[in-house]
């Protein structure tokens, strides 16, 4: 009889990751443990590097000294938004998706309605996903 080996989406660390993933992540995320958990699970799916900013002026210094590969951005952040860091991640042609607790949002921009979007809570699944499809985080 023979035994069907179910693999699993998501790779269980580095070693088995996949070739598809950024290498270099801004994570942009005020809340630490949230930030701490998203660098973790990031680098089991084989992101060699992942910076975090926790506020827009920290992103921009960090994109000024050294541009990511692609960066998720947390919409809401204490009292600012992610949309400055947005701009500057367009004009540089860097792709990123939004991470957003808020479905629906009616105040996000139109120009941003391409990008890819992960609502919170996401599953590790679906951040997998998003990594593997990063380049589609571009303008077109």
Request: hydrophobic share 50%; charged share 20%.
């Amino acid at each position: 009889m023979l035994m069907e080996v179910m693999h699993p989406l998501v790779p269980d660390g580095p070693a088995s990751a996949p070739a598809g993933v950024p290498r270099d992540l801004l994570i942009v995320e005020d809340d630490v443990i949230i930030a701490i958990d998203l660098e973790q699970t990031v680098a089991e799916l084989g992101v060699a590097l992942a910076r975090t900013a926790s506020n827009v002026a920290q992103a921009l210094a960090m994109i000024a000294e050294r541009a990511p590969d692609f960066a998720l951005l947390d919409v809401a952040l204490s009292e600012e938004n992610s949309f400055a860091i947005a701009r500057l991640l367009a004009t540089l042609k860097i792709p990123f998706a939004f991470v957003t607790g808020y479905s629906g949002d009616t105040s996000f921009p139109t120009e941003y309605s391409d990008r890819p979007r992960l609502s919170k809570p996401f599953s590790r699944d679906e951040l997998f996903a998003t990594l593997l499809n990063w380049r589609s985080g571009v303008a077109r």
